[in-house]
């Protein structure tokens, strides 16, 4: 469960890249990711979220998801720009 592989292995299904599209996967393998902490899961979750394709009720979660994903970034950045949270 190491969160960066997990976010690359759910970008490769939200594109299809090796792999059938599969946006319900993406989002379990973004959502574990994101749990992890990991910054780029969280907005790119919160995107997916915000684009409704998960129904209108999950948009304002996304945006907040986002959201949260900025902050979190500006603070591991300033405290540590190598961390593998920004990988």
Do not use: C, T, W
């Not at 090796?18 to 996967?25: D, E, Q, S, T, V």
């Not at 992890?36 to 999950?58: A, D, P, T, Y």
């Amino acid at each position: 469960n190491y969160a960066p592989s997990m976010h690359m292995l759910a970008m490769m299904h939200l594109r299809g890249q090796g792999m059938p599209i599969n946006p319900a996967k993406a989002r379990n393998l973004l959502e574990g990711a994101a749990s992890q902490g990991h910054v780029f899961s969280k907005r790119n979750l919160g995107v997916l979220l915000m684009s409704g394709k998960f129904g209108r009720g999950q948009i304002i979660r996304g945006f907040l998801l986002f959201l949260a994903a900025l902050k979190d970034s500006l603070i591991v950045v300033l405290r540590d720009p190598l961390n593998d949270r920004l990988r």
